[in-house]
T-cell receptor
Framework: GENVEQHPSTLSVQEGDSAVIKCTYS??????FPWYKQELGKRPQLIID?????GEKKDQRIAVTLNKTAKHFSLHITETQPEDSAVYFCAASMGSSYKLIFGSGTRLLVRP | DAGVTQSPTHLIKTRGQQVTLRCSPK?????VSWYQQALGQGPQFIFQ???????QRGNFPDRFSGHQFPNYSSELNVNALLLGDSALYLC????????????FGEGSRLTVL
């Protein structure tokens, strides 16, 4: 069935280092891949997204890459800051489906 | 712009009871989706409403039902509550374009005792 796997489940980095979170999806018809950041007790907020006709997208310190052949997509955060600490979720939209399938989340801790 | 608003923010119910959660979408949005987020998990799609009809449904039992009103607001109803229904229920709105960005509310945290 439809599935999105996300790794790692927890990630601890030193402030200023880079962080990479990886996701794989099962349905090759997927064409939309957003990333959400959820701080404790808060709503998930979209931080970046990519569509299947693009291989990479960047927004300041955040970038997302997509490998359609391998059905992988990754979130890259450079120059991490303590305020980047949160849970990050990847998601995929399967073809013409209206629903997002979310990964299980990565808890990122940026140590000062 | 108030964004997506949900009520109540927290509630406690006992097994077998029924609950109704409410959501007002972001201004200009006509589509509402509901997700269940268990502790430590990613959100799981329950269903989506558009033009007052259920457009798509996830893998949830019939105990979960919903409604959308002419002003695009929505309700999620859960009957015969089970302990496993304890979760954060998130409402998300979008402008109706498939696979477009979802704007989430802060959620309603349901505890079933």
């Amino acid at each position: 069935g439809e599935n999105v796997e996300q790794h790692p489940s927890t990630l601890s980095v030193q402030e200023g280092d880079s962080a990479v979170i990886k996701c794989t999806y099962s349905d090759s018809a997927s064409n939309y891949f957003p990333w959400y950041k959820q701080e404790l007790g808060k709503r998930p907020q979209l931080i970046i997204d990519i569509r299947s006709n693009v291989g990479e997208k960047k927004d300041q310190r955040i970038a997302v890459t997509l490998n359609k052949t391998a059905k992988h997509f990754s979130l890259h955060i450079t120059e991490t800051q303590p305020e980047d600490s949160a849970v990050y979720f990847c998601a995929a939209s399967m073809g013409s489906s209206y629903k997002l399938i979310f990964g299980s989340g990565t808890r990122l801790l940026v140590r000062p | 712009d108030a964004g997506v608003t949900q009520s109540p923010t927290h509630l406690i119910k006992t097994r077998g009871q029924q609950v109704t959660l409410r959501c007002s979408p972001k201004s200009g949005h006509d589509t509402v989706s509901w997700y269940q987020q268990a502790l430590g998990q990613g959100p799981q799609f329950i269903f989506q409403y558009y033009e007052e009809e259920e457009r798509q449904r996830g893998n949830f039992p019939d105990r979960f039902s919903g409604h959308q009103f002419p002003n695009y607001s929505s309700e999620l109803n859960v009957n015969a509550l089970l302990l496993g229904d304890s979760a954060l229920y998130l409402c998300a709105s979008s402008p109706g374009i498939p696979t477009g960005e979802l704007f989430f509310g802060e959620g309603s945290r349901l505890t079933v005792l």
